[in-house]
């Protein structure tokens, strides 16, 4: 009995790597997969606010770093990634991946 037990305990290690490694692919197929996007233009931290409603994207930024800042509209059937690039475009600010979010930054924080 305990030879079995051995052996179900790395089989099921494996299949929750397995699940896990789906769950990330499934996460990242989301931010690639089109999606319709329809944002007006107005202050930036609210329009990463609404596209975050429309596409699912977990985005992180400090209130101070959007401030002041203005979005331009974005419509149309695009990758959620595409949205907020266009979005972030002459901001000065720059997207980076943690984990499952990604954080806006200004340009010169984020370089290394």
């Keep these: 009995m305990r030879q079995s037990r051995s052996v179900l ?9 397995l699940v896990v490694g789906a769950m990330r692919v499934g996460a990242q197929a989301q931010a690639d997969a089109p999606a319709q996007v329809a944002i007006a233009a107005q202050p930036l931290g609210q329009a990463l606010n609404t596209l975050a409603q429309q ?11 959007v401030a002041g800042k203005q979005a331009p509209a974005v419509t149309g059937s695009m990758a959620p990634r595409q949205a907020l690039a266009q979005l972030l475009a002459g901001s000065g600010l720059v997207v980076v991946s943690q984990g499952r979010a990604l954080v806006i930054k200004p340009a010169e924080a984020a370089a290394p």
Excluded: I, K, M
Excluded at 9 to 17: D, K, N
Excluded at 56 to 65: D, E, I, N, S, T
């Design 9 to 17: 305990v790395p089989q099921a290690l494996a299949l929750s790597l």
């Design 55 to 65: 596409t699912g994207l977990q985005l992180l930024y400090a209130p101070a770093v």
